[in-house]
């Protein structure tokens, strides 16, 4: 039983009444989580998300196997088309998602609390913020916290002569920690901020159709409403499957270096397989004992392994940078979000664009995993958190490990810049450590790091389908969360042997478009529900 599962199902339907004299949104008595489930088996599956999600990933996961070449060439194909044709699109939606929670956040609609006046936080700071972590951004940070910087400081944006070393070292840690600041996290707040409301305030089932409810009333448990949660579902399995796909492309390439044992596509199967086991085991466990107690330890781990960097590393030097790093990223924001007129394809392309993407394809998710941990939370303090600690965090990560390479890089180590250029971005993180002392250890921890975070990521986002999956309840039976742990690691398999990078950045692509014009409606949707709710 989890913190959250803990409360009675029935309770978190109940709408707190409205205080004297106010208006209120209210949910119709219609609005009974799993009024549309049906139970076969012993299940609790909602009709028609459940079965349409389901059957639709297992046809993709069949033509994709059956027809490999054709699906690559296809993934390649769809790949450009996004890329070059809705970049305008994803890049203004993150400026509206970041302007939309800074107006939030200074309105006096941040005071409003999260549950009614009454409620309080049911996580710690540290327990709510290393979930946080785990869920959201662990296994990219593994993963492009070297090999970002560095790809960015030989091709660096903007415009910018590589002939300036000053100025593209500071151009390639803003650029990197633009992909990882505001703009990303605003679209999981937007998400997470609707999600929380629509359940502790109005008191409807956890589902994405739920936060529609200010704007279209009764009228979300129609076909609309399926509609909306099955992209959802969409988007978070594929979404999903790219973190685990990027993890698993990590963790071969460690096991590579550490021990010799070939990256093939049979260690990476091998490897999702014996990892989405362990998903299981933490599924069953629950949020409390399972997300909870995994993403707290991997929290401690990871700030270790900085450290360690920090201080092995070339510390004056990582030093002198951090002071100006985010300098370097609040004078780059405007001219890097901008979409217009840029001759930095390459970076606006083939990096923002699918980063937004991928943001918006892993927003249900995080938001709904982050609305779930955040009951007794002002407004104000779920949105400024969000924006302002994985900024602060971000920076000190990105600094510590990107600055260390630019930094090993400038005194004549080429092995990072290599990696890069060989397609190998994986191997970067890798070739800075072995430059460090306790290579073999670091490279060992960092293995370990990127398989817990691949397990937290995937436990999360289990626990999201199967919520929306059954309706918004958040108590629905394991074997659920089981079937939705196994299809996650089959995805990933399959996108990987059908087409690598670039299918799971299509994967990302493709479900991040329907979203983000979900997630834009949102914002209207959110601010009428909140003005409503203090009026």
């Not at 060439?73 to 769809?78: K, N, R, T």
């Not at 990197?176 to 305030?201: C, E, M, P, R, S």
């Not at 927003?363 to 600690?389: D, K, Q």
Request: glycine content about 8%; aromatic content about 12%.
């Amino acid at each position: 039983m989890t913190n959250t599962d803990r409360h009675d199902p029935e309770m978190q339907i109940r709408v707190p009444p409205a205080a004297s004299g106010k208006r209120q949104i209210t949910a119709h008595p219609r609005t009974l989580i799993g009024r549309d489930n049906i139970r076969p088996f012993g299940l609790d599956i909602h009709n028609p998300v459940f079965v349409v999600s389901s059957l639709t990933v297992i046809a993709f996961v069949a033509g994709a196997l059956l027809f490999r070449d054709a699906a690559a060439g296809l993934f390649d194909a769809l790949y450009a088309w996004l890329t070059s044709t809705f970049d305008w699109m994803f890049m203004a939606a993150a400026n509206v998602f970041m302007l939309f929670c800074l107006a939030v956040v200074a309105s006096p609609l941040g005071r409003i609390r999260l549950g009614g006046p009454d409620a309080r936080p049911e996580y710690s700071n540290w327990s709510w913020f290393a979930m946080l972590f785990a869920a959201g951004i662990g296994i990219g940070l593994m993963f492009f916290g070297v090999a970002e910087p560095v790809t960015h400081f030989r091709n660096p944006p903007l415009g910018v002569t590589p002939a300036d070393t000053a100025a593209v070292e500071g151009l390639a840690i803003a650029g990197t920690i633009y992909h990882w600041g505001l703009h990303g996290w605003a679209i999981y707040a937007v998400a997470a901020l609707a999600l929380a409301f629509a359940a502790y305030n109005l008191g409807l089932p956890m589902s994405l159709r739920s936060a529609f409810y200010p704007v279209l009333g009764d009228r979300v448990w129609g076909r609309f409403g399926h509609v909306v949660d099955i992209l959802a579902v969409f988007a978070t399995i594929f979404g999903l499957a790219t973190s685990l796909g990027l993890g698993v492309e990590q963790l071969a390439a460690g096991l590579d270096h550490l021990f010799g044992i070939p990256p093939t596509h049979a260690t990476q199967v091998l490897l999702i397989a014996t990892i989405t086991l362990v998903t299981l085991a933490s599924v069953v466990l629950g949020m409390q004992k399972g997300v909870k107690r995994l993403s707290q330890a991997n929290m401690a781990l990871a700030l270790a392994l900085l450290a360690f960097v920090f201080a092995a590393g070339p510390t004056l030097d990582l030093l002198a940078r951090f002071a100006g790093s985010l300098g370097h990223y609040l004078a780059a924001i405007v001219p890097l979000s901008n979409p217009v007129g840029r001759e930095d394809l390459d970076f606006l392309h083939n990096w923002t664009t699918f980063y937004w993407a991928w943001w918006l394809s892993w927003a249900p998710c995080v938001g709904m995993f982050v609305a779930r941990i955040s009951r007794g939370r002002t407004v104000r303090s779920l949105v400024g958190c969000m924006l302002l600690f994985p900024l602060l965090l971000e920076t000190l990560w990105f600094n510590t490990f990107g600055g260390a390479a630019l930094s090993l890089q400038r005194a004549g180590a080429t092995g990072m810049a290599d990696a890069v250029q060989a397609g190998q971005p994986e191997l970067a993180l890798f070739r800075m450590l072995e430059l460090l002392p306790l290579a073999d250890v670091t490279s060992f921890v960092s293995i370990v790091l990127v398989m817990v975070f691949f397990v937290t990521s995937s436990d999360s986002g289990t626990l999201v389908i199967d919520t929306i999956t059954a309706g918004g309840k958040v108590d629905a039976p394991v074997v659920q969360r089981v079937f939705w742990a196994s299809f996650e690691g089959v995805i990933a398999i399959t996108l990987l042997i059908s087409g690598g990078l670039v299918a799971l950045q299509t994967a990302a692509l493709t479900t991040g478009f329907p979203i983000t014009l979900i997630l834009l409606a949102l914002c209207y949707s959110i601010w009428k529900g909140l003005r409503a709710a203090r009026a």
